[in-house]
């Protein structure tokens, strides 16, 4: 083997050590250089918890679950859960959700009175994490055990 290529195998091996290395101290994830954070913690908690968008029928002030995929389209509303997990664990977090969920339900409102969904007027949009118990039957249907409010949106 040439000294050429042997220095360039040798740069190879120690540009994905150096970024291998900088992904652990920092704790980000940069491929392929990932310390895969997912699989590095083991998660004990007996409860399941997500974000969850609810809207408020204007007219009959009934709950619209539907309503936060829609003001959240063309992102899913589990995605869009998840992204404000991230905003909340942020300092200032709390007060940059209370201003995404109150665009989101001004845009909501937008696509509403465009056509693009048939969904009612909404008097507001609330962000509820649900939780579930993890020690009784697992039922997709089965309604949260609790539910709490976390921020509430209304139109001016």
């Known amino acids: 083997m040439s000294t050429r290529r042997l220095l360039v195998a040798h740069g190879m091996i120690l540009a994905l050590l150096a970024g291998g290395l900088y992904d652990i101290a920092t704790g980000r994830e940069h491929w392929p250089f990932s310390p895969y954070a997912m699989f590095a913690d083991v998660n004990l908690s007996r409860t399941a918890a ?14 619209v679950p539907r309503a936060g995929a829609w003001a959240a389209h063309p992102l899913s509303a589990g995605r869009l859960g998840v992204a404000l997990e991230l905003q909340l ?15 989101l339900l001004t ?6 009175l465009q056509g693009r969904h048939a969904g009612p007027r909404l008097a507001s949009l609330r962000l509820y994490r649900l939780e579930w118990d993890l020690d009784a039957a697992v ?5 949260a055990d609790r539910r709490t409010l976390i921020v509430e949106a209304r139109l001016p």
């Open 89 to 103: 664990a942020e300092p200032q977090g709390a007060q940059r959700v209370a201003l995404i969920v109150t665009q």
């Open 107 to 112: 845009r909501y409102e937008q696509m509403r």
């Open 139 to 143: 039922d997709r249907a089965r309604p």
């Open 50 to 63: 997500k974000l969850v968008l609810i809207g408020i029928d204007e007219g009959s002030g009934l709950e």
